[in-house]
Every structure is written in structure tokens, then in C-alpha cells.
T-cell receptor, first 112, second 115 residues
């Protein structure tokens, strides 16, 4: 089944404790990206990648890191999480820039 | 920087009626794509419809159609014969095909469908 998987689905952590949210797709997609969703703000892009070893900042990259060492994986790293990073996070992938984005199920992150 | 504006935070429609959700965007690019995504209570993001900017013909998908006005930078979604399952958040989104291909979403419109 073609899909984007994210882990964990739910995470509660404390300020400053490094964490990684994994994202994997099995559709051989070139384009992958991370979004955060906050009430009243819609989805905002954090980082995107147009291919292996090619990443670029979205609209809200501060406090996040990503890497794209393999085509299928695009982990999101929070080196020192803070409460303002409490949010719902989505990973997505697509065949190309203008094609349909396939979204993962979301990760609900709470930083206390 | 491109922006996407959805000016209707909430809309309501009766079952079987038609509703139109509005979306405007701002860009200086000529080659781009526009999307409408649906997010039901399950939180899953689902593509409703996609429009290529260089195509003048409005995209349609069954009961869903768009009114794409490139000069006015407007991209509204029309839902015909509304069903209870259409109740969701709807997001308009834009991406250009240049080197900085960020996908930008609007803030969303919550659609209620009543009996």
C-alpha cells in the first residue's frame, strides 16, 4: 500500500530534550516536506526537500533540522524543543513539485 | 513572498445544496499549481482538486469544481449536492515551479453541513 508513515503519532516531552520524528514514504517520491498545523494558522511549511541531499527552508524553520540521506526518509529533528513547538506535525511527499502531496497521519507533539 | 488568503473561517450549507469557498493568492510567478485539501475530523489531509495555472479550463472532480481566475488571483471551490461527509476543514494551497518551491497554505475554512 502506497503510504507515508510517521512515528511517533503522539509525543509528550520536556523542554530541551532532543527528539526526532521519523517520516518514510514507499512511493519513490522526489519531493518531501514537513508542516506544522496550529489553530487559526493553517499548515505552515517547516522544511522541504526536492531530492536526496537537497533541503531548503520553508516558512518556519527556526528550531528544526532535517536531513535527506535516503530518498524514502525525511526525519525532523528538534535539538532543543520549546513549548512554542507544541503542535500537530505532518510529513508529506509527492512525485514532483506540482503533483498531489500525500500526507502522513500526523504527529501530535506536546512540549512542557 | 507568496500568500494565500481564505477569508471565510466558517461556512455552513444544507445537505444537497451548493456552497462556494473562496481563496485568493498573491504571487509574481506565472507557472504554479493550486490545490484544495480537505481535513476531516480524523486529521487526515486529502486532496480534493488540483489546478495547473497554465490551463485555462477549470478543474472538476465529480461534485467539486473550481473557478480559477488567474488575472484576479482567485481560486474558489464549489461543492455541489453537499453531503454530510463533506463536513471538514478545507485548505487552499499554492506552489510555484521555480527553484524555491515552498507549498503555502491558507488558514482554512471550516465547513458545516446541516440536515
Amino acid at each position: 500500500e502506497a503510504q507515508v508513515t510517521q512515528n511517533p503519532r503522539y509525543l509528550i516531552t520536556v523542554t530541551g530534550k532532543k527528539l526526532t520524528v521519523t517520516c518514510s514514504q514507499n512511493m519513490n517520491h522526489e519531493y518531501m516536506s514537513w508542516y506544522r498545523q496550529d489553530p487559526g494558522l493553517g499548515l505552515r511549511q517547516i522544511y522541504y526537500s526536492m531530492n536526496v541531499e537537497v533541503t531548503d527552508k520553508g516558512d518556519v524553520p527556526e528550531g528544526y533540522k532535517v536531513s535527506r540521506k535516503e530518498k524514502r526518509n525525511f526525519p525532523l529533528i528538534l535539538e532543543s524543543p520549546s513549548p512554542n513547538q507544541t503542535s500537530l506535525y505532518f510529513c508529506a511527499s509527492s512525485f514532483s513539485v506540482g503533483s498531489e502531496q500525500y500526507f502522513g497521519p500526523g504527529t501530535r507533539l506536546t512540549v512542557t | 513572498a507568496q500568500t494565500v488568503t481564505q477569508s471565510q473561517p466558517e461556512m455552513s450549507v444544507q445537505e444537497a445544496e451548493t456552497v462556494t469557498l473562496s481563496c485568493t493568492y498573491d504571487t509574481s510567478e506565472s507557472d504554479y499549481y493550486l490545490f484544495w485539501y480537505k481535513q476531516p475530523p480524523s486529521r487526515q489531509m486529502i486532496l480534493v482538486i488540483r489546478q495547473e495555472a497554465y490551463k485555462q479550463q477549470n478543474a472538476t472532480e465529480n461534485r467539486f469544481s473550481v473557478n480559477f481566475q488567474k488575472a484576479a488571483k482567485s481560486f474558489s471551490l464549489k461543492i455541489s449536492d453537499s453531503q454530510l461527509g463533506d463536513a471538514a476543514m478545507y485548505f487552499c494551497a499554492y506552489i510555484n515551479t521555480g527553484t524555491a518551491s515552498k507549498l503555502t497554505f491558507g488558514t482554512g475554512t471550516r465547513l458545516q453541513v446541516t440536515l
